[in-house]
């Protein structure tokens, strides 16, 4: 099975602040990643696909990069409502699709 | 607007099935496939499985292979997910999520059920 790295496992930023969250595959799975955030009592929602397109409805904020085995999620300038956990999920290699551990993102 | 809705929270015993549906509205069922995700408390997601609309085919997570079953039901819109000899580890929210692979899954999750609580318990 491929294993995702995520981290940092938990951060805590200011609002406007740039966020920075890595995922790391291990194996190449192209631009097969995608980036979902989960607040508290709700589902996941999906916010970048393939790696780096941005889901219909999403704000620009944020964005994503990166092929083969490192993959960057960013969101520009930190909101109050960004507050969640964000994680990657590959699909490269069924089964499984695989998800990262999570990234805990707190306001400081 | 598409819809996933699912059905009430469970509690079952050690070595019990439970069936959990998934209503989709809004969209062509057929058009999609439908991924299975669970969360145990406090930990993260862990993909179950994926079922095409289209044609029924099926790809499951390996661990759960001979306990889980996904099917549809394409006159009512409904994704059911099957999961037997139910064990304490088995407690979670376990979402339905639409999935835009119809024909080879599992890709993205585009849209996704409110969650069902399944609880194991003596």
């Known amino acids: 099975d491929i294993q995702m790295t995520q981290s940092p496992s938990s951060l805590s930023a200011s609002v406007g602040d740039r966020v920075t969250i890595t995922c790391q595959a291990s194996?190449?799975?192209?631009?097969?990643l995608n980036w979902y955030q989960q607040k508290p009592g709700k589902a996941p929602k999906l916010l970048i696909y393939?790696?780096?397109n941005l889901e219909t409805g999403v704000p620009s904020r944020f964005s994503g990069s990166g092929s083969g085995t490192d993959f960057t999620f960013t969101i520009s300038s930190l909101q109050p409502e960004d507050i969640a956990t964000y994680y990657c999920?590959?699909?490269?290699?069924?089964?499984?699709?695989?998800f990262g551990q999570g990234t805990k993102l707190e306001i400081k | 607007q598409v819809q996933l809705v699912q059905s009430g929270a469970e509690v079952k015993k050690p070595g019990a099935s439970v069936k959990v549906s998934c209503k989709a509205s809004?969209?062509?069922?057929?058009?999609?496939?439908i991924s299975w995700v669970r969360q145990a408390p406090g930990q993260g997601l862990e993909w179950m499985g994926w079922?095409?609309?289209?044609?029924?085919?099926?790809n499951y997570a390996q661990k759960l292979q001979g306990r889980v079953t996904m099917t549809t039901d394409t006159s009512t819109s409904t994704a059911y997910m099957e999961l037997r000899s139910l064990r304490s580890d088995d407690t979670a929210v376990y979402y339905c999520a639409r999935d835009v692979a119809a024909i080879v899954g599992a890709t993205r999750f585009d849209y996704w059920g409110q969650g069902t609580l399944v609880t194991v318990s003596s």
């Open positions: 999920q590959q699909y490269d290699n069924l089964p499984p699709c695989t």
């Open positions: 393939d790696a780096s």
């Open positions: 194996q190449d799975i192209s631009n097969y």
């Open positions: 079922i095409s609309a289209y044609n029924g085919n099926t």
């Open positions: 809004g969209y062509t069922f057929t058009s999609y496939g």
